[in-house]
């Protein structure tokens, strides 16, 4: 089975501080995404990367980065944080492929509060 | 206007009641999934379907490519089934396409 393992399930962190979510996949995927998740607004993508070194912004990106120097690990940086980036962090990955679709296997999720 | 919308946004039933919940889309796509949350964030795949019905044990999902929508059923609901159910599709464009969400139903199953 895949695996799809966030460092921590819960997190708790000051304004401004400079945050680290990491993301680790066991299956070889070339695909992983980082999404959040808020009440009211399911789930939506902040970036993803479908290669090492390789990114794309998703659909709010703004006061993220993200970094990829190994195929298994995908990490999301909050540079400064702040309290309206409180919210349910939820990391996936998938396989890539142009022929066929792929299932989207996702971590545990983190959930982030900004003091 | 979500380009996914998922009807009813929550949904409370008795045990062993069949469950219907819907998914409505405005794109073209390749693919839909349906996927389960339960309490505690974790994420889980049940269906990738692109055409037709497929059938897990009680869960059933169908597809209407024309009608752009699909529904999941539950049958013989069981309060483990609680859960939040979410619906993505996938366009048409590209290997590396994304997946677009619907909000989610909050399903409860009352013992």
């Known amino acids: 089975d895949v695996k799809v393992t966030q460092s921590s399930r819960y997190l708790v962190k000051r304004t401004g501080e400079k945050v680290f979510l990491e993301c680790v996949q066991d299956?070889?995927?070339?695909?992983m995404f980082w999404y959040r998740q808020d009440p009211g607004l399911g789930l939506r993508l902040i970036y993803f990367s479908y290669d090492v070194k390789m990114k794309e912004k998703g659909d709010i990106p703004e006061g993220y980065s993200v970094s990829r120097e190994k195929k298994e690990r995908f990490s999301l940086i909050l540079e400064s944080a702040s309290t309206n980036q409180t919210s349910m962090y939820l990391c996936?990955?998938?396989?890539?492929?142009?022929?066929?679709?792929?299932?989207?296997?996702f971590g545990d999720g983190t959930r982030l509060s900004i003091l | 206007k979500n380009e996914v919308e998922q009807s009813p946004q929550n949904l409370t039933a008795q045990e062993g009641e069949f469950i219907t919940i819907n998914c409505s889309y405005s794109?073209?796509?390749?693919?839909l999934h349906w996927l389960q949350q339960h309490p505690g964030g974790g994420i889980v795949s049940l269906f990738m379907?692109?055409?037709g019905k497929k059938k897990h044990g009680r869960l059933i999902a169908t597809i209407n490519i024309q009608e752009k929508h699909s529904s999941l059923h539950i049958t013989a609901s069981h309060p483990r089934d609680s859960a939040v159910y979410i619906c993505a599709v996938r366009s048409f464009t590209g290997a590396n396409s994304k997946l677009t969400f619907g909000k989610g139903i909050t399903l409860s199953v009352r013992p």
């Open positions: 379907l692109s055409s």
């Open positions: 299956m070889d995927h070339e695909n």
């Open positions: 996936a990955s998938t396989k890539m492929s142009a022929y066929s679709n792929q299932p989207q296997h």
């Open positions: 794109v073209g796509i390749s693919a």
